[in-house]
């Protein structure tokens, strides 16, 4: 199964935030062993990096995060062609717009977020962690 993360799912496994880390390490658990086929958009690795060095006040923390992501996961391109996409959507947040439109361009399976209300509209199914977690067990 080709599924996007987002952002904040991707954040709870790497700063372990409670209660949502158990679901987050079960997905990233089944992207290393091959059940999903993992992608991120290019933006959430920038922000990855931005939000771990902050939380953990450490450089070597935020590049270890972007480093374990980019052993698991592949990479949405976000060009021109991916934000006018977005534009397109006509989403109230043009982030999450940003993501679907990663999904839609690379003929993703799934989206898995926290945020599910936030993506409303998305012609990509979109799945909680905790779904997409009852799908692969």
């Known amino acids: ?6 952002t904040n799912v991707l ?3 790497m700063l372990a935030r409670e209660p949502f880390v158990t679901d987050a390490a079960f997905l990233l658990n089944a992207v290393e062993s091959g059940r999903v086929e993992g992608f991120m958009s290019a933006t959430t690795v920038t922000d990855v990096h931005y939000l771990v060095g902050r939380q953990t006040k ?4 935020a590049i270890a995060a972007v480093t374990r992501l980019l052993a698991l996961m592949e990479i949405c391109a976000v ?3 991916v934000l006018e996409q977005a534009i397109a959507l006509e989403l109230p947040d043009f982030e999450d717009a ?3 439109a990663c999904a839609i361009e690379l003929e993703l399976e799934a989206i898995v977020t926290r ?10 199914p979109v ?4 779904e997409l977690r009852n799908r692969l067990s």
């Open 79 to 81: 060009d021109r062609e």
């Open 1 to 6: 199964m080709k599924v996007l993360f987002d």
């Open 115 to 124: 945020d599910v209300n936030g993506f409303a509209g998305s012609p990509i």
């Open 11 to 13: 954040l709870d496994a």
């Open 58 to 61: 450490s450089s070597e923390s």
């Open 127 to 130: 799945l909680s962690p905790q």
């Open 98 to 100: 940003v993501q679907i």
